[in-house]
Every structure is written in C-alpha cells, then in structure tokens.
C-alpha cells in the first residue's frame, strides 16, 4: 500500500476524476489509514511503500505491478501522468526479493490482471493491452482469461469484477462481477467459466461496490454497495464496509489501494 499522502485531482483519465472538485487530502489519508488498520486487525501483513511528490495516483498501488510466484511484473501506464509509479513499484518490490521483470507491453498491473485459482483473469479495452495478456501468460506459465471491459466507469478489470475465492481444491473460484462492464463475448466467458457468481446490480456498481478485497472469508468493500454486502453475505462471506469515498475520487476504492504480493 501506498499512504496517500500527495493525493489530489489535478488531471482528469477516468470518469470519476474532476479537477472542479476539491480534495479533502486529510480525509483520505484517514481512510487509507482505516482501511490499512482494517488489514491488519484481520490478520494480514501490510507492507507500505514511500509516496512520491508529484504522483497523485501512486495511492493505487494494485495498479504499480503485477506479483505472481515471487516475481513482480512492471506496470507500463496508458497515461504519461502515471508512467513514473511503474519504476518506484518495481524498484520496491526488486528491494524486498522479488524477482523484476521490466515489461513491454501496456498494461496497468492488478487492476487488469486478477488470479482466481489457477486462471489470469486479465481485462483490456481502456488500459491494458492485449499483447500485455500474451506477455504474462508467458513469463507465469498460466492460462490467462481475455475479457473486453466496454463501459468507461469500469475501466480496470477491478472496477467490474471481485475474485471472492481462489479454488482449493474442494471449492471451485468463486467471483462476483457486473455484466454491463462487459462485451457479449466476455460475458459468454464468464458464465462458463464462472456459473455461479454472484452478478452485482447497478447500485453496487456505480459506487465502485465491486473495487473490494477478499481473502476468501472476509471482502473488504465500499459501504454504499449494500445489495452486495447482503449477497456476500448469503453465500457465507463476512462483508466488512470501509469508507473510501474521498479517494473515489480518484476512481478507487479498496482494491485499488492494495496490491498483493504473492510469493
């Protein structure tokens, strides 16, 4: 995670972003606060890296890279607003015995690229590129699933889609997600793939509800997402709202805030 320290909206990429509103930077850092705090009290380890002046978005640390098997995949940023997070991250993660690997491709780390058991789950269509999917298919050795984002609100994979559980051997993956994010193809995919998931209404979609964190018991989302949070919790999981509203307006929420490092 990454405190946001230096955030504020001084550029407009994604349709959340509004120059004309004001910033509460102090509140966001109190969110982020209580969302790293939240982290921890249920048991996870929470490493930080430095924010950088000038690097508003760095606070989105899921999209600094990609950590797979010990090894951290590059970011390489759509916009040259954010292209200088991608060395910061890399550079960390190097530091702290991650094996880098400079990517070519287009891609904006963990807001494109999901695990759920054994499968990539990779979105394009705003940020990242197709070829970034055949990049990391080979430097993992995974199967990687290409699925089409056509709505701009949802411009990451993470905006439209939660993996809730990755398989384990008795359970299959589990995801939730929202259809209308999604081409007709890419829908078809899903519901193969995934034939029981959860399908997010509209409400919990248009506050981000779907931007959340699951360790597979717990999922960490916006408070406002409340037909989500009781499905969630019909199928067994313990919803847990944290308040990320101001750094909404970035276009984030939890997940964006949060990138995990998988050894």
Sequence with gaps: MCPPTFFTVSYEINPWMDRRRPVDTALAVAQWERLRDLYRDLGHTVETIDPVPGLPDMVYAANGATVQDGVACSSVFTYPERAAEAPAYLKWLADHGYAPHAATATNEGEGDILRAGDVLLAGHGFRTSLAAHDEVARLWGRRVVSLRLVDPRFYHLDTALTVLRGSDGRHPADVAYYPPAFDDASRETLEHLFPEALLAQ????????????????????????????????????????????ELLRGGGGAKCCTLELRA
Excluded: I, Q
């Excluded at 979609?205 to 408070?223: C, F, I, M, Q, T």
């Design 202 to 245: 509209d409400a919990d979609a248009e506050v981000l509800g779907l931007n959340a964190v699951s360790d597979d018991r717990h999922v960490v989302h916006a408070p406002a997402a409340t037909h989500l949070a009781g499905a969630l919790r019909e199928r067994g999981y313990e919803p847990v709202a944290v308040d990320t509203s």
